[in-house]
């Protein structure tokens, strides 16, 4: 505050808080005019303010200058008084600076809040319901979602921007919001400006008046989620379809088959057909996995030609494939399955190549068989397992001696694992002779079951349910054992012939086994002599090659068995030196009625010479027969003539006679 001459308009007293302010001394006071601590624009203004008491009684806005030159926004007040005997007039100044310094600052903080509304990555709005819906505001996001800009929605109520759709929805979900206190949200599909669709998932809630009167804003935040939810449909169908054949895959297959059974009637029938490629396996190795791969699409594409609009075709993984039917107007699986299969006998074209391919089929229907999906599922296995026993490339319907069946294979299975712990397994060993003198060159050991009911079991009955339950693997690792320990006690001059099934080829410790009975038997490892059968070149040779290489470099000997009877091709013969061909017993049988068989026989003895193994024959049982072998050049025979496959105890009676024989 100050007092000031009007005339000379010189300061008459100021008080402290002028002093602070301006930074004037009071003596420097003494000698100024309130001129002095203005801008020269404004003195002018002063002088004529003074001079019409136009800033007396009422508060008026100036620019003031500090000693330093500082220039400070005041408001001044003037008021008219008596001083020191004359008219004088008092100011109150009140400084601005600060205040304006403070407004400046929420004008940036509020432009600042702006910004980031503006520039969230959500949409966020607020609507006025007493307006009709005017957005109050509208941020980027939001134009930038529906395809509308906030210049086209400022002020505007949403009937001028949205379509009458576009605005029931939203009008709906404010009803939601108005009618609780809380938030709502949802995810709905919305409608773009430009007709397009956009998942949104908006959260709306009601502002609350701050002076308890009716609400009047909805406030919204809206997330454009329809990439999010595109890639989630594209993983879902991922996960239920199978990515190389584009079929639906085993989830997939499973869910459906659980409803289509329970959907079934007697008079709205479903078929199961479980369909697999014969040797598939052989294809993949022989041809490579592209090529494996092409066979595959190339039979989902026929599967498909064939069925109905309606069917389900599916892969179940590797060369398993099933196929779901509705069996209405007496449509029958039978025909599908023979189309299926005709279709499927066509060559195939793999790499230019045609490739002749078989599949076998089995079928159950629901609710016939049965009514549910996991009863279903076990038939038409049953049914598909039959059918490859039935020589493939055939198809078989489900029947209930199946099931019987494969429940005995089941227990026997059982009674097997339970074999193998009692010890009821026998090795009998029948004697492999020399064919130019009587001298015994060893044994080949044949395993049998002393079933305690059942009594003696052989081989047949049971091997191939251990091959396929993977039991043959103990069973032939006790075999091996049994047969090395016993030859061990033998003359050194006697070999023990082993079989081996090719199941046992896939085993990964079938060589450690062998070196471990040779080992612990002590076993010279030339007089141990493994038998396959030409089975073992069907599957995989890029396996059972370097396999059976290890084997001779073990020292073993390998035999090839049954030779004659597996496979239509001689050329493995070339790939693998077996040390020794026996000959199948069903040619030595033929000598004397079938030209054929002497034929081979002869031509076996020439393979055997020329790629230096030796000849055996199996199955000898007449004298003629062992004449014809001897007359034709076979090395060694095997058979009921010379002797039938006997316990243990027996060799050993034999062997001291043969070499009492020989002495
Ligand atoms: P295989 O290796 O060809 O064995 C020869 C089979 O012919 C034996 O049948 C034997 O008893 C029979 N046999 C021998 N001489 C004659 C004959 O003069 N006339 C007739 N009709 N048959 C004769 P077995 O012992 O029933 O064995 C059958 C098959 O079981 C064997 O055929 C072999 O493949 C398999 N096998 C036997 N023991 C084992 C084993 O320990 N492991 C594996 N994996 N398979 C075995
Ligand atoms: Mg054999
Ligand atoms: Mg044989």
Request: aromatic share 8%; net charge negative.
């Given at each position: 505050?100050?007092?000031?001459?009007?005339?000379?308009?010189?300061?008459?007293?100021?008080?402290?808080?002028?002093?602070?302010?301006?930074?004037?001394?009071?003596?420097?006071?003494?000698?100024?005019?309130?001129?002095?601590?203005?801008?020269?624009?404004?003195?002018?203004?002063?002088?004529?303010?003074?001079?019409?008491?136009?800033?007396?009684?009422?508060?008026?806005?100036?620019?003031?200058?500090?000693?330093?030159?500082?220039?400070?926004?005041?408001?001044?007040?003037?008021?008219?008084?008596?001083?020191?005997?004359?008219?004088?007039?008092?100011?109150?100044?009140?400084?601005?600076?600060?205040?304006?310094?403070?407004?400046?600052?929420?004008?940036?903080?509020?432009?600042?809040l702006d910004s980031i509304i503006e520039n969230l990555p959500l949409a966020v709005f607020v609507k006025d319901?007493?307006?009709?819906g005017r957005y109050v505001l509208y941020n980027a996001a939001c134009g930038n979602i529906l395809g509308t800009t906030s210049e086209e929605i400022a002020g505007g109520s949403e009937r001028t921007v949205f379509s009458e759709r576009q605005m029931t929805q939203f009008r709906k979900q404010d009803?939601r919001a108005?009618?609780?206190?809380?938030t709502v949200s949802f995810e709905e599909t919305v409608e773009d400006c430009s007709g397009g669709k956009r998942i949104l998932r908006t959260a709306k809630r009601?502002?609350?008046?701050?002076?308890?009167?009716?609400?009047?804003y909805i406030l919204g935040i809206s997330q454009d989620v329809t990439a999010e939810r595109e890639t989630e449909a594209r993983?879902?169908?991922?996960?239920?379809?199978?990515?190389?054949?584009?079929?639906?895959?085993?989830?997939?297959?499973?869910?459906?088959?659980?409803?289509?059974?329970?959907?079934?009637?007697?008079?709205?029938?479903?078929?199961?057909?479980?369909?697999?490629?014969?040797?598939?396996?052989?294809?993949?190795?022989?041809?490579?996995?592209?090529?494996?791969?092409?066979?595959?699409?190339?039979?989902?594409?026929?599967?498909?030609?064939?069925?109905?609009?309606?069917?389900?075709?599916?892969?179940?993984?590797?060369?398993?494939?099933?196929?779901?039917?509705?069996?209405?107007?007496?449509?029958?699986?039978?025909?599908?399955?023979?189309?299926?299969?005709?279709?499927?006998?066509?060559?195939?074209?793999?790499?230019?190549?045609?490739?002749?391919?078989?599949?076998?089929?089995?079928?159950?229907?629901?609710?016939?068989?049965?009514?549910?999906?996991?009863?279903?599922?076990?038939?038409?296995?049953?049914?598909?397992?039959?059918?490859?026993?039935?020589?493939?490339?055939?198809?078989?319907?489900?029947?209930?001696?199946?099931?019987?069946?494969?429940?005995?294979?089941?227990?026997?299975?059982?009674?097997?694992?339970?074999?193998?712990?009692?010890?009821?397994?026998?090795?009998?060993?029948?004697?492999?002779?020399?064919?130019?003198?009587?001298?015994?060159?060893?044994?080949?050991?044949?395993?049998?079951?002393?079933?305690?009911?059942?009594?003696?079991?052989?081989?047949?009955?049971?091997?191939?349910?251990?091959?396929?339950?993977?039991?043959?693997?103990?069973?032939?690792?006790?075999?091996?054992?049994?047969?090395?320990?016993?030859?061990?006690?033998?003359?050194?001059?006697?070999?023990?012939?082993?079989?081996?099934?090719?199941?046992?080829?896939?085993?990964?410790?079938?060589?450690?086994?062998?070196?471990?009975?040779?080992?612990?038997?002590?076993?010279?490892?030339?007089?141990?002599?493994?038998?396959?059968?030409?089975?073992?070149?069907?599957?995989?040779?890029?396996?059972?090659?370097?396999?059976?290489?290890?084997?001779?470099?073990?020292?073993?000997?390998?035999?090839?068995?049954?030779?004659?009877?597996?496979?239509?091709?001689?050329?493995?013969?070339?790939?693998?030196?077996?040390?020794?061909?026996?000959?199948?017993?069903?040619?030595?049988?033929?000598?004397?009625?079938?030209?054929?068989?002497?034929?081979?026989?002869?031509?076996?003895?020439?393979?055997?010479?020329?790629?230096?193994?030796?000849?055996?024959?199996?199955?000898?049982?007449?004298?003629?027969?062992?004449?014809?072998?001897?007359?034709?050049?076979?090395?060694?025979?095997?058979?009921?003539?010379?002797?039938?496959?006997?316990?243990?105890?027996?060799?050993?009676?034999?062997?001291?006679?043969?070499?009492?024989?020989?002495?």
């Amino acid at each position: 505050m100050w007092i000031y001459d009007p005339l000379t308009y010189r300061f008459l007293i100021v008080n402290d808080a002028a002093v602070d302010l301006y930074g004037y001394s009071r003596r420097a006071y003494e000698q100024m005019t309130v001129l002095d601590i203005r801008p020269a624009s404004e003195r002018q203004r002063m002088v004529d303010a003074v001079a019409r008491r136009s800033d007396v009684d009422r508060a008026e806005r100036w620019t003031h200058l500090k000693a330093d030159g500082t220039v400070l926004d005041v408001f001044t007040y003037g008021r008219e008084l008596p001083f020191e005997g004359r008219q004088a007039i008092l100011a109150i100044v009140q400084d601005q600076t600060e205040v304006n310094a403070a407004r400046q600052q929420v004008t940036e903080t509020q432009t600042f809040l702006d910004s980031i509304i503006e520039n969230l990555p959500l949409a966020v709005f607020v609507k006025d319901i007493e307006q009709d819906g005017r957005y109050v505001l509208y941020n980027a996001a939001c134009g930038n979602i529906l395809g509308t800009t906030s210049e086209e929605i400022a002020g505007g109520s949403e009937r001028t921007v949205f379509s009458e759709r576009q605005m029931t929805q939203f009008r709906k979900q404010d009803e939601r919001a108005l009618a609780t206190s809380g938030t709502v949200s949802f995810e709905e599909t919305v409608e773009d400006c430009s007709g397009g669709k956009r998942i949104l998932r908006t959260a709306k809630r009601v502002i609350p008046a701050c002076n308890g009167g009716r609400p009047r804003y909805i406030l919204g935040i809206s997330q454009d989620v329809t990439a999010e939810r595109e890639t989630e449909a594209r993983l879902v169908v991922m996960a239920m379809h199978d990515a190389l054949t584009g079929l639906a895959n085993r989830a997939y297959f499973s869910d459906y088959i659980r409803s289509a059974a329970l959907a079934a009637t007697k008079d709205a029938p479903v078929a199961l057909l479980y369909l697999d490629i014969d040797h598939f396996k052989s294809i993949n190795d022989s041809k490579g996995h592209a090529a494996g791969d092409a066979l595959l699409c190339q039979v989902g594409d026929r599967l498909l030609s064939i069925v109905r609009q309606g069917d389900l075709v599916a892969r179940l993984g590797g060369d398993e494939f099933a196929v779901v039917l509705q069996l209405t107007d007496g449509r029958s699986a039978e025909d599908v399955a023979e189309r299926l299969l005709a279709a499927l006998r066509v060559p195939f074209d793999l790499d230019g190549a045609a490739e002749h391919v078989t599949c076998s089929i089995g079928i159950a229907r629901a609710p016939e068989h049965s009514a549910d999906d996991d009863g279903l599922m076990r038939d038409a296995d049953l049914a598909l397992y039959a059918a490859k026993e039935g020589g493939r490339s055939t198809f078989r319907i489900y029947r209930p001696e199946m099931r019987r069946e494969a429940e005995r294979r089941h227990d026997m299975k059982l009674a097997l694992h339970h074999a193998l712990e009692e010890g009821q397994f026998e090795l009998y060993y029948q004697p492999i002779y020399r064919i130019d003198g009587p001298d015994l060159a060893g044994f080949e050991a044949l395993i049998r079951w002393n079933h305690p009911e059942r009594g003696l079991v052989g081989p047949i009955d049971f091997i191939p349910v251990a091959e396929e339950t993977g039991l043959i693997v103990p069973i032939g690792e006790w075999a091996l054992n049994e047969a090395c320990r016993t030859a061990a006690r033998w003359p050194a001059h006697l070999r023990v012939a082993v079989n081996l099934s090719v199941s046992q080829f896939r085993d990964a410790g079938l060589l450690d086994a062998m070196r471990r009975a040779i080992d612990d038997s002590g076993l010279a490892p030339e007089r141990l002599e493994i038998e396959i059968t030409e089975s073992v070149f069907l599957t995989d040779v890029a396996h059972s090659l370097p396999l059976l290489r290890a084997m001779k470099a073990l020292g073993l000997r390998i035999a090839i068995d049954d030779f004659g009877t597996g496979y239509s091709s001689l050329s493995y013969l070339r790939s693998f030196a077996f040390d020794k061909i026996k000959l199948d017993r069903s040619f030595v049988s033929g000598i004397e009625t079938d030209a054929g068989s002497l034929a081979i026989i002869r031509a076996v003895v020439g393979i055997g010479s020329g790629f230096n193994a030796t000849t055996l024959a199996e199955g000898v049982e007449t004298e003629e027969q062992l004449r014809a072998l001897r007359r034709e050049g076979f090395a060694e025979v095997q058979g009921y003539l010379l002797g039938r496959p006997r316990p243990v105890g027996d060799t050993e009676a034999l062997i001291a006679a043969t070499d009492a024989l020989a002495a």
